[in-house]
């Protein structure tokens, strides 16, 4: 395709102003689909996708309209995948920002609009859902201006469930997104943007050409990896797969290349070709390291092969987490796994309870210390508070910081300060955009990988939105917290904390655990300690006997129920010495209230 008829775009929207409904409107009024196909909604096509209204992996769309070809981009929508975001952002021209005519400009939105601003994109407004009898357009319209400083005269006002508006955005696109520019008799570059394996096609590769032509049977470098592939099929979504001769510059497009393994196809890779190579890689790689570790276990130690395998799959399809063997002393085996933060971490721990059907233990999220040994000991990385040296053998930890930026209206702001210095936070700068405040502070990752993003949202009541990056490792004071459950350590329950919140920390899992745990025939004692020091102390009391006399007369039915319930929980309990705990007390024991 010719560069001037091309335009490539990706949609902005706050979750559920209706970004999927537009994008499948938009497919159907260009004829990708029928209408019986347009059944299901195309874009988020996994059922976690479609449950927690995120995109995890992006999709792109070649659409045709009045004689342009026009590629929709899909980008996930969270902070853990922010690297993959910019990825797919870098690879477009333009955006849509789509804001719901009865809810307004949302925080989430301003976010991801600036990133968009930042790769100076295009921006076309939509004011979507014009039909309903809330919609105030010409109010949002000001408040598009008024807070994210858009002009939005040409704002075009739209319906994506009752169809209104889509060849208006059609044209817009056409009109004012510009074309991509590039160089079609330069040697090949493309960008790998995403990549993930299918059954069927093996690995596959969105890539969007930069200089160059790509084409089926040529011989390409990837220049981070250093490795070479032959390219055996070349194609585009319509979203069903096309294969197609070649992508020439500024085109976006597939290339399936017997891949085996998506950690062979790193997004922000520079393709080439191996006879004629560019001279440099693509600026803005970044190699993606997992920042978030936590041990998984399965319930059952008889479904180790079963999570053995099921985490080998999962990780076909995304070579961002990382897992390797781990034996606990209390849970038995199981595996370290690497995440890059904590709502990764949540997916594929569901995807594995969910979609594999195991039931797994948790243990404490942890991030990665550099510790600096003794007598020269040299440094160690740490992924697992268990394997933390003796203290007198430590002359130095090191823990990661972050900067991050938090937007939130004004009348929140004064908790979410208060949020940020609870955690150890370095308050950087505060400003207003619109209504809303910009706040950024430097934080120890450690402190955020709990539980912050959730009390961001409690606290701002959804409202606040919170973008981070790594900024390095600074040394901190400290220290492993161990949790003694009757006098038992549980290893799966022992923390890196510092030593200034370590008290508070202690005393909050020891008043969770105590509601957590259920009564025993005996006392149970459980502890915070640091070194061979109780810091905290709860005691759960011994059930009286009466009570499961009790329960245990009555009908046949209800007795079987009762019997089921038992076992099933049973199942869900783990031992410890003679102490039963269950599996939700390891990862609601973490959250800090
Ligand atoms: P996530 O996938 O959760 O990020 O949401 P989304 O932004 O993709 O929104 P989605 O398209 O799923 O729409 C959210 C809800 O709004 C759905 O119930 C849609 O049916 C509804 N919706 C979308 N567009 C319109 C519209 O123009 N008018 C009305 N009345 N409802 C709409």
Known sequence: TELSKIRNFSIIAHIDHGKSTLADRLIQRTGGLSEREMSAQVLDNMDIEKERGITIKAQTVRLEWKGHVLNLMDTPGHVDFAYEVSRSLAACEGALLVVDAAQGVEAQTLANVYQSIEHDHEIVPVINKIDLPAAEP????????DVIGLDASGAVLASAKSGIGIEEILDAIVERIPAPRGDATAPLKAMLVDSWYDPYLGVVILVRVIDGTLKKGQQVTFMQAGTQHLVDRVGCFRPKIEQLADLGPGEIG??????????????????????RPAAEALPGFKEVQPVVFCGLFPVD????????ESISKLRLNDASFSFEMETSAALGFGFRCGFLGLLHLEIIQERLTREYDLDLITTAPSVVYEIELT??????????????????KIAMISEPWIEATIYVPDEYLGSILKLCQDRRGIQK????????????????????VFDFYD????????????????IGYREGDLVKMSILVNNEPVDALSMIVHRGTAETRG?????????????????IPIQAAIGGKVIARETIAALRK???????????TRKRKLLEKQKEGKKRMREYGSVSIPQEAFIAALRMG
């Open 138 to 145: 010409e109010k949002v319209r000001k408040e598009i201006e």
């Open 254 to 275: 597939f290339i399936t290349a017997q891949i085996k393994d998506v950690a062979q196809a790193r997004v922000g890779d520079t393709l080439t070709d191996a006879k």
């Open 301 to 308: 130690a008889n479904d180790f092969e079963k999570l053995r």
């Open 375 to 392: 007598h020269d000991g040299g440094m160690i990385e740490l992924h697992n508070p268990a394997d933390m040296p003796d203290p007198n």
């Open 429 to 448: 700068n505060l400003t207003y955009v619109g209504g809303r405040a910009q706040v950024t502070y430097e934080l120890p990752l450690n402190e955020v």
């Open 455 to 470: 009390r961001l949202k409690s606290i701002s009541r959804g409202y606040a939105s919170f973008d981070y990056h790594q």
């Open 507 to 523: 005393r909050g899992m020891c008043e969770r655990l105590k509601d957590l745990i259920p009564r025993h025939m005996f006392k």
């Open 546 to 556: 009466d009570v499961t006399a009790k329960c245990y007369g009555g009908d046949a």
